[in-house]
């Protein structure tokens, strides 16, 4: 499979819920990114966790990077109909490779 | 807030045409990269730039791609005689500095480009 495999690749959820994605890959890597995307836009970039770090916190975002089992997870807690979007994670080695995404689509 | 800009913002050509996407970094960044998304599809990394050299480029970034950085600002994509399946939205990336490892890096809002 790919480096950088984001689960679930879809994902609906009421305003107000936490949405959860995981993130796997296969190399070691310098660190570990999350980028979002609106629909048909750039990518934003949303958090960056090094190999060395566990866990990251940035507003409503919360990252955990587990790199024995070449993981990570994105929670977005407390969810808006704005955070509707495709998100990617993005393992760092000596250039990013991207993931499959997750699409999040928030209702209102 | 600095950013990433590209331009143009969509490009339809034709078949067979050479295509030229542009994109000024962010100006105190001494790396570069160009991705593409094809519809639908995840972001695929074509190539990344530094010191005036191509540092490293995927399988995707065949003859018929070429960068340049033509002066201080601008960072360009050739591609010489285009294709259907080039078809996609490509971006433009840059970096402060590839060797820290705890380096973002800041993406364009995109090239849309369409061969007919």
């Known amino acids: 499979s790919q480096q950088g495999e984001e689960d679930p690749q879809a994902l609906s959820i009421q305003e107000g819920e936490n949405a959860t994605m995981n993130c796997s890959y296969k190399?070691?890597?310098?660190?570990l990114q999350w980028y979002r995307q609106n629909s048909g836009r750039g990518l934003v970039h949303l958090i960056l966790?090094?190999?060395?770090?566990r866990e990251k916190h940035s507003g409503r975002l919360r990252v955990t990077l587990d790199t024995s089992k070449k993981s990570s997870s994105l929670l977005i807690t407390a969810s808006r109909a704005a955070d509707t979007a495709s998100y990617f994670c993005?393992?760092?080695?000596?250039?990013?490779?991207f993931g499959t995404g997750t699409r999040l689509q928030v209702f209102p | 807030e600095p950013e990433v800009t590209q331009t143009p913002s969509h490009q339809v050509t034709q078949m067979g045409q050479e295509v030229i996407l542009r994109c000024v970094p962010i100006?105190?960044?001494?790396?570069f990269y160009w991705y593409r998304q094809i519809l639908g599809q995840k972001v695929e990394f074509l190539v990344s730039?530094?010191?005036?050299?191509?540092?490293?480029k995927s399988e995707i970034f065949d003859d018929q791609f070429s960068v340049e950085r033509p002066d201080g600002s601008n960072f360009t994509l050739k591609i010489r005689s285009t294709k259907l399946e080039d078809s996609a939205m490509y971006f433009c990336?840059?970096?402060?500095?590839?060797?820290?490892?705890?380096?973002?890096?800041?993406f364009g809002q995109g090239t849309r480009l369409t061969v007919v």
């Open positions: 966790i090094r190999s060395n770090e």
């Open positions: 100006s105190n960044h001494l790396y």
């Open positions: 993005a393992t760092d080695t000596d250039k990013l490779i």
């Open positions: 990336a840059s970096s402060v500095n590839r060797r820290v490892p705890s380096t973002e890096a800041f």
């Open positions: 190399t070691s890597i310098n660190n």
């Open positions: 730039f530094y010191n005036n050299e191509i540092s490293e």
